[in-house]
């Protein structure tokens, strides 16, 4: 038998890395298990060969936990629902009203279908994602800040609040190994080229406050809900984030008062993003660049930027 293309990454005795990793989903084990991110369509059938090959009963696995709404971190959740009916979904309670929004679900699968069509030119896949009669999900129940999830064998996750790069986003802390769920709460970050986008796409204040709230924790690794994961040394690497936003807004404000357009420093910025990724098409990167120069220009002229 071949190898398998993604082999499903021990992160620690409980705690696994599947997808890949620029779309990775973690699965957290206790007398139960909790699979962490949705996942893409494309990367669904992977997570299921992943679970299959560490030998993990799907019957096990009782929730998925959603980061955050965007169409990225969710595609997977129609196909689990369809294979693994007995998983209870979670998110947030700002996701949950999301999720009610039907008419959001053709926005999801053309996003979805876009990344699959880009992993299959890349040869990371196959099929693309089989279609489905029904894409519409919505939450079994939702977390605020301050709630566990306690998957037994002393695996405890505690939900934060993490606004900023959505209204919905969630952090989570698993106390006992000391691993923090960070999501897409500190932008994108590219570790072979030591680049960071950073992606206050709601607001520049809370994107920063929830930076800073990660800072409390004691954490021993963090994951980010693309392409990499800090071991250690996670106030160094939320440090790094706050600088890296701070750089990218500054750049922003100095360059609308020398008088240069929305458009022209949005496809600037887009341009410097399709240079460090190519997981989303340069529309996307184009239309959210132009969103976080309005985020900027709407931001406190004295925010700060200190842990
Ligand atoms: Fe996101």
């Known amino acids: 038998m071949s190898p398998i293309k993604h082999p499903p990454i021990s992160l620690t005795a409980n705690f696994y890395q599947l997808g890949t990793p620029?779309?990775?989903?973690?699965?957290?084990?206790?007398?139960?298990?909790?699979?962490?991110?949705?996942?893409?369509?494309?990367?669904?059938?992977?997570?299921?060969?992943?679970i299959r090959t560490l030998g993990i009963s799907p019957e096990k696995i009782k929730y998925i936990i959603l980061t955050h709404s965007h169409a990225d971190h969710i595609g997977g959740i129609p196909h689990f629902k369809r294979i693994w009916p007995h998983i209870k979904l979670i998110g947030s309670k700002v996701a949950d009203k999301i999720f009610k929004k039907k008419e959001l679900f053709f926005d999801y699968l053309?996003?979805?279908?876009?990344?699959?069509?880009?992993?299959?030119?890349?040869?990371?896949?196959?099929?693309?994602?089989p279609a489905l009669n029904d894409y519409h999900f919505e939450l079994d129940s939702s977390v605020k800040e301050g709630d566990s999830i306690d998957l037994g064998k002393g695996i405890i996750w505690d939900v934060y609040e993490t606004p900023g790069h959505s209204p919905c986003h969630i952090c989570l802390f698993e106390r006992m190994e000391g691993t923090l769920v960070v999501g897409d709460c500190t932008g994108f970050y590219v570790p072979e080229k030591d680049a960071f986008w950073p992606n206050y796409f709601v607001s520049l204040e809370d994107y920063v406050n929830s930076i800073r709230k990660l800072a409390t924790l004691p954490a021993n690794r963090a994951v980010l809900s693309h392409n990499c994961i800090v071991y250690g040394k996670v106030r160094e690497y939320l440090q790094y984030a706050l600088s890296?936003?701070?750089?990218?807004?500054?750049e922003i404000i100095e360059r609308l008062a020398n008088g240069e357009t929305v458009e022209k420093i949005a496809l600037d910025k887009a341009r410097f993003v399709d240079s460090i990724t190519d997981i989303q098409p340069f529309k996307i990167m184009y239309d959210l660049s132009k969103l976080m120069i309005n985020r900027s220009q709407k931001a406190d002229p004295n925010i700060s930027f200190e842990l």
């Open 110 to 129: 053309l996003a979805d279908t876009a990344i699959a069509q880009l992993m299959k030119a890349k040869d990371e896949i196959n099929d693309l994602p």
């Open 22 to 50: 620029a779309f990775p989903a973690f699965l957290s084990m206790g007398e139960i298990g909790m699979l962490i991110e949705g996942g893409t369509g494309p990367t669904f059938p992977i997570i299921v060969e992943q």
């Open 244 to 250: 890296a936003t701070e750089k990218y807004h500054r």
